[in-house]
């Protein structure tokens, strides 16, 4: 899904770097997936530290549901959260767990504060027309910024964050 948005974000933008955060264990088959797809300007990092300056410097983030997001929040980046997974494992969790949002902000803030693009949504032409929405857009890119860097400031403001979080995942799962 990802190798194919990229090659649609490079018909339009050839000026994007892509970068990877992944562990040791995966670096290997995601360079050479990269490497088959002749997928240029492109860079597979493990290093938490690293990531940390990659954040820094980035102009716009994809990524999965989970803690990267709180991480890209605290860098000040815009971004949209993707998820996929098989039918069953879906449709188990569907079941199990009922929530609106995926993306801890959102959960927080009850609204989709943060582009949540899920199962069938979650393909690359979807993916860059969100993209490509915030890429054209920086007011887009600010007024999303501004409302979960709000949302941060709130959490911070009453304990720690992780306290907080734990109790609104709690009311709300």
């Avoid at 040791?24 to 002749?38: M, S």
């Avoid at 569907?94 to 927080?108: A, E, Q, S």
């Amino acid at each position: 899904i990802l190798i194919k948005f990229i090659g649609l974000m490079n018909q339009k933008y050839n000026n994007f770097l892509y970068v990877f955060h992944t562990n040791n264990e995966n670096r290997n088959l995601i360079l050479e997936t990269l490497k088959k797809a002749k997928i240029n300007y492109s860079e597979v990092i493990c290093d938490e530290s690293i990531k940390k300056n990659v954040l820094s410097k980035s102009f716009f983030a994809v990524a999965k549901s989970g803690t990267i997001s709180l991480e890209i929040c605290n860098s000040g980046i815009p971004f949209i959260t993707i998820y996929k997974m098989n039918f069953i494992n879906f449709f188990i969790i569907k079941r199990l767990v009922n929530i609106k949002h995926v993306n801890i902000i959102n959960i927080i803030n009850r609204t989709a504060i943060i582009p949540e693009l899920l199962q069938s949504k979650c393909n690359p032409e979807t993916i860059f027309q969100t993209v490509e929405s915030f890429v054209n857009n920086s007011e887009l890119r600010k007024e999303q910024v501004l409302n979960y860097q709000k949302t941060l400031d709130e959490i911070k403001l009453k304990t720690s964050s992780s306290e907080t979080v734990a109790k609104i995942l709690n009311k709300e799962l």
